[in-house]
């Protein structure tokens, strides 16, 4: 990151996010549309990149233009008989009122550039099945954008746990180092080790100093630092990080950053995970009072709390969070991190296999979720759509923390999940989407005759303006309300 300075602004970031992710994922959508167009034989006028007002063009293949436009917001694809949302309301073969005499019309035009007029074919003149085919290639090429991507992300690797890390708070056996309260250490005398409990018998047993690679959680570098431990005592306790109001833990007054040491009087075993511990404990006294003793801040105080038998989902019988703390006698405090990984790259065929069943996965993701948000499994905060606004920001979140790892996976994934997105949204049997378009070609399947251009466009018309008044509000929401970005 000390190369590219201008990514520390938040604003650089978002724009150069929006430029890398959602223009080209827009761009690619609207190839999509214009090569299925030449396949089925669909007269093209125009491929724009960005949105008109025309800034120039740029050349000339077969006959069509492919220009760029002022409003740096995607492209579009403009088919023979059709504007910028769908089919055009207007006769593509009529001049308008008061046009000048050297206007040409649309088919005019394309007789100009070459098209001989019995292969001048706009999309309503194609037969169903192509048709279809025409609206869809735009979500198709998305997908296959996916595939490509996660192909390639699991070419330069795909993570591997080897090996756990915990994060440590010092006591004395850290004095004289150099080491940072509050940093991971991930490797004793080079090694990684299986998980927390390898670590606690490690430095429990220790009879000679020990070598600890430390990673930093302030810039991600690692260093070493060398320490002899003198632990004649571990034990486990409970961290508090969250306390939810008008829960049995908060009317009781359990405060976030207790630190829950005893049970009913017992003190958690270093050899037993705590949180399975306090889990199984809640769980035998649903309904009746357990006293829990907590170290605020040095002090010692017993807490009685009744645990619920049956609680709101995703609270919890007392309504906690909560993470595991190991403590040594020398005041050293250990927490377990999340683990060590790497990336190990997959030779092609299984690359390929990821690529398309890591694709199918978030699509299957992606549908399940108004059954989740209907089963409450998923909040309708944490489902809530996101504006260009908000995807801009959290893609320069994930621009700047790729490049601070040195590697294009994160950048690299985050547009593929928006190809998808933006594919599947497309999908959606909505006025304006390619979808929606769609289900006007079944309904005249169905019905055997086709609707009237002007009707259809009439009906995608009003479909934009309430798709472009959402979207300007989600955009207003993002601002007010933006999405918190972690990234671990």
Do not use: C
């Amino acid at each position: 990151m000390e190369s590219l300075p201008f990514l520390q602004s938040d604003l650089v970031s978002a724009l150069l996010a929006f430029a890398l992710v959602l223009i080209p994922a827009i761009i690619i959508h609207e190839l999509g549309h214009f090569l299925a167009a030449k396949l089925i034989g669909v007269s093209v006028l125009e491929f724009g990149v960005g949105f008109p007002p025309r800034m120039a063009r740029l050349f000339m293949w077969g006959e069509t233009e492919f220009t760029v436009n002022w409003l740096p917001i995607g492209g579009f694809v403009r088919p023979y008989g059709e504007d910028l949302i769908g089919p055009s309301a207007t006769d593509p073969e009529e001049k308008p009122k008061n046009a000048p005499e050297e206007y040409l019309t649309d088919r005019e035009e394309l007789i100009r550039r070459g098209v001989p007029e019995h292969k001048i074919m706009s999309v309503n003149q194609a037969r169903p099945l192509p048709r279809i085919f025409f609206m869809a290639a735009g979500a198709l090429a998305n997908f296959a954008t996916a595939v490509v991507l996660f192909t390639i992300i699991a070419l330069i690797g795909l993570p591997k746990v080897v090996g756990a890390r915990v994060q440590v708070y010092p006591g004395t056996m850290f004095q004289g180092t150099a080491f940072v309260s509050g940093d991971a250490i991930e490797r004793i005398n080079g090694q990684y080790f299986e998980d927390v409990n390898a670590f606690l018998t490690t430095i429990q047993t220790a009879n000679a100093p020990l070598m600890l690679t430390a990673k930093s959680v302030k810039t991600g570098e690692t260093y070493e630092v060398t320490v002899t431990p003198h632990v004649a005592s571990l034990q486990g306790a409970v961290l508090v990080t969250a306390v939810i109001a008008e829960t049995p833990a908060h009317l009781a007054g359990i405060l976030a950053d207790d630190v829950i040491i005893k049970i009913n009087g017992q003190v958690f075993s270093s050899k037993e995970d705590p949180i399975r511990v306090m889990s199984t404990k809640t769980t035998e006294y649903a309904g009746r009072p357990m006293t829990l003793t907590v170290d605020r801040e040095g002090r010692m105080l017993d807490i009685t709390v009744t645990p619920r038998q049956d609680p709101p989902k995703g609270q919890g019988r007392i309504g906690i969070g909560i993470a595991a703390q190991y403590r040594a006698d020398d005041g050293t405090t250990i927490m377990l991190a999340p683990n060590v990984q790497q990336l190990i790259p997959q030779p092609l065929p299984t690359a390929i296999g990821y690529g398309f069943g890591h694709t199918g996965d978030i699509l299957s993701t992606i549908i399940s979720i108004p059954g989740q948000i209907i089963s409450g499994k998923v909040s309708p905060e944490e489902a809530r759509p996101v504006s260009i606004v908000g995807i801009s920001r959290i893609g320069g979140e994930i621009l700047k923390e790729s490049f601070r790892q040195g590697t294009p996976v994160l950048i690299f994934n985050f547009i593929a999940l928006i190809s998808i997105f933006l594919g599947f949204t497309n999908l959606l049997p909505i006025p304006a989407l390619d979808g929606g378009r769609i289900l006007f070609v079944l309904i005249e399947m169905v019905r055997g005759k086709p609707f009237s251009p002007q009707v259809e466009a009439k009906v995608h018309a009003i479909g934009f303006l309430i798709l472009m008044g959402l979207g300007l509000l989600v955009i207003i929401y993002d601002i007010i309300s933006p999405q918190i970005v972690t990234l671990k």
